[in-house]
Every structure is written in structure tokens, then in C-alpha cells.
T-cell receptor, first 111, second 115 residues
């Protein structure tokens, strides 16, 4: 059964720092990996989707990489802002078609 | 709203009562999903549906039931058999191509509380 782990569980940084959020998964036979953002008490907002054949995706200040062979994905956030404060979740989709979520990284960016 | 709505925002359940959470999408996507989120835990899949009149159990289907009579609607019933229903419930939609789902789009969620 797929297991997804996110490190760190929580992160607090000053504004302007470049950040790295990590996601690891045990079964490399995935179709895609997706990163989401969740604000407190809200639904999830899709940030980036990486197909299994891709190595990375970029959107604005966000860059996500995927290394299937090592079972890892990394979300880079450049020049962090207080508005980036949220929980970031990664999810894999594989042969079972059942998406598997990590527990998330709770990010606080303080001014 | 990202083309998917959930209602109500808050729902209160009495002991032994069945309650139904609504999920509607207007973008003609094939696949719909129901997740449960508890504090400090990741989302766990309850049920999912790839096409009308068909649905599959996820990891934690016990105590829940669903229907998919229309493409745009995927209601979730929390039955009295679910002994710990207090949680945040999220519905999602996605296209279904090549035998697998694509990007998921989530609704705003329903918070269920037990009286």
C-alpha cells in the first residue's frame, strides 16, 4: 500500500526566504503527483500536477520536481510571502486509482 | 468555486441519525470523490465514482454510503453506523482519461459535528 510522508510537518520562516518542502512515497509506480494548498477551514487548491513522465513543473514562484526512482518530490517556494502561509499537501495517484495524501506541511511566513 | 459546490457548510448530527452531504459539479467531469479530513491527518478516501451509476469504496467506506444517479451529483450519507463522524468532509472532481484520474478540484468542504 502506498505511503506518503511529508517533511517537515511544520515550518516557520521570515518573509523573503526560499523554501523547500519534501514529499516521499513508497511505491514508485505512480501516474502523477500533485501539490495542493489548504487554508484553515477551507478546501484544497491545486498548485502543480506532475505526470509520471515529467521531471518538474513551474508556476510563478513555485517549482515542483519529481524523482520517481527515489520516491521523492520537492516543492520549492521562492521569495516567500506572508500570503503563502497555509498547509501544503502532496498526493500520489497510482495503479489502484486511489489517491494517497501526505499529512501536509504547515507553513507560517511572518513579516 | 472551481466548478464544484458542497452544502451545507456546517452540519449537526444527532445520535443515531443519518445525514446527507451534498456535492454538485457543473463541469461535466466524469470522476468524483469523497474524502474525510481529521486534525493532524491527511485526507482519507471514502468513496469515488468514475461514471454514473458506478462507485467504488475507498480506504474508510464503513459507515458511509453514496449514490451517483446523475453525472453532476455525488451525495454522501453518513449513517448511524459511523461511530465517529465528526470531521471535515471534502468532495472533489476530475476528468477521467486513459484509465486514470487527472487533476483533482476540490469543493469548500462540509464540517460535520455530533450533538
Amino acid at each position: 500500500k502506498q505511503e506518503v510522508t511529508q517533511i517537515p510537518a511544520a515550518l516557520s520562516v521570515p518573509e523573503g526566504e526560499n523554501l523547500v518542502l519534501n514529499c516521499s512515497f513508497t511505491d514508485s509506480a505512480i501516474y502523477n503527483l500533485q501539490w495542493f494548498r489548504q487554508d484553515p477551514g477551507k478546501g484544497l487548491t491545486s498548485l502543480l500536477l506532475i505526470q509520471s513522465s515529467q521531471r518538474e513543473q513551474t508556476s510563478g514562484r513555485l517549482n515542483a520536481s519529481l524523482d520517481k526512482s527515489s520516491g521523492r518530490s520537492t516543492l520549492y517556494i521562492a521569495a516567500s510571502q506572508p500570503g503563502d502561509s497555509a498547509t501544503y499537501l502532496c498526493v500520489t495517484s497510482g495503479g489502484s486509482y486511489i489517491p494517497t495524501f501526505g499529512r501536509g506541511t504547515s507553513l507560517i511566513v511572518h513579516p | 468555486d472551481g466548478g464544484i459546490t458542497q452544502s451545507p457548510k456546517y452540519l449537526f448530527r444527532k445520535e443515531g441519525q443519518n445525514v446527507t452531504l451534498s456535492c454538485e459539479q457543473n463541469l461535466n467531469h466524469d470522476a468524483m470523490y469523497w474524502y474525510r479530513q481529521d486534525p493532524g491527518q491527511g485526507l482519507r478516501l471514502i468513496y469515488y465514482s468514475q461514471i454514473v451509476n458506478d462507485f467504488q469504496k475507498g480506504d474508510i467506506a464503513e459507515g458511509y454510503s453514496v449514490s451517483r444517479e446523475k453525472k453532476e451529483s455525488f451525495p454522501l450519507t453518513v449513517t448511524s453506523a459511523q461511530k465517529n463522524p465528526t470531521a471535515f468532509y471534502l468532495c472533489a472532481r476530475s476528468r477521467w482519461r486513459g484509465g486514470r484520474g487527472e487533476t483533482q478540484y476540490f469543493g469548500p468542504g462540509t464540517r460535520l459535528l455530533v450533538l
